[in-house]
């Protein structure tokens, strides 16, 4: 499939768990960045093999940052891989986070996966990913598990808090000024592109849309 799937199938190395689908997401979101001088955090360090995988995949020039909440987790710091300890729904520490390594060019949550830790993570750190960046969420399926904060059209889930953000990329026709307006979201999100459990977010630079009409009306 590519060299990132080919790596995690040969892993004999530190644990990786992924599901198989997001492997075609990443190539298709993330290839763009390799061997390129750029800075990747990542969210929920685990046994710290995807660190690795990502390190191997981005090559030599970016420096990979992981965040858990388990202070075990500082072992797995090698070269060009570091490692911070704190929780992902702690706003000082994010603060503090990408007050240390950002802007960020790319930003993968894999962390606990609660509804809280997902919606601050994105609100914290998006508005610090640079500018033709990428920020994902992945196993968005516990939207839909109550255990999680979650649950099928529960208004505090993530998937929920995600589809305001497709109303916020077309503020930009809005006929109601008092109550949607076009907010710093609707300036930098490019994309939002929803797959199972994943949501990846481009980001760049976004003027007011311009419509043109070419050529010859026909009646």
């Not at 191997?56 to 020039?61: A, E, I, M, R, T």
């Not at 990428?134 to 399926?141: G, P, Q, T, V």
């Not at 999680?148 to 059209?153: A, E, L, M, Q």
Request: charge should be negative.
């Amino acid at each position: 499939m590519s060299d990132l799937f080919d790596y995690f199938s040969e892993n004999e190395g530190r644990l990786i768990f992924k599901w198989l689908h997001y492997f075609e997401i990443y190539e298709r979101h993330f290839s763009p960045y390799r061997d390129k001088e750029i800075t990747f955090l990542e969210i929920g360090v685990f046994h710290g093999g995807s660190l690795q995988m990502w390190k191997n995949y981005f090559g030599p020039k970016a420096r990979i940052v992981g965040v858990d909440i388990n202070p075990f987790c500082k072992t797995y710091e090698e070269e060009n891989i570091h490692i911070e300890i704190g929780s992902q729904e702690d706003r000082e520490f994010l603060r503090e986070l990408r007050d240390k390594y950002g802007p960020f060019d790319i930003v993968l949550d894999d962390g606990g996966h609660t509804m809280t830790q997902q919606v601050v993570s994105l609100q914290e750190l998006y508005g610090h990913v640079k500018d033709n960046g990428i920020y994902m969420c992945e196993d968005l399926h516990t939207s839909y598990w109550r255990s999680f904060g979650g649950g099928y059209r529960n208004p505090f889930s993530f998937i929920e808090f995600a589809k305001t953000l497709i109303d916020e990329i077309h503020a930009w026709h809005s006929h109601d000024n008092e109550s949607f307006q076009v907010t710093p979201f609707t300036r930098s999100a490019f994309g939002l592109h929803f797959y199972d459990s994943i949501l990846a977010i481009e980001k760049r630079v976004i003027t007011p849309p311009i419509s043109r009409a070419t050529g010859t009306p026909s009646f």
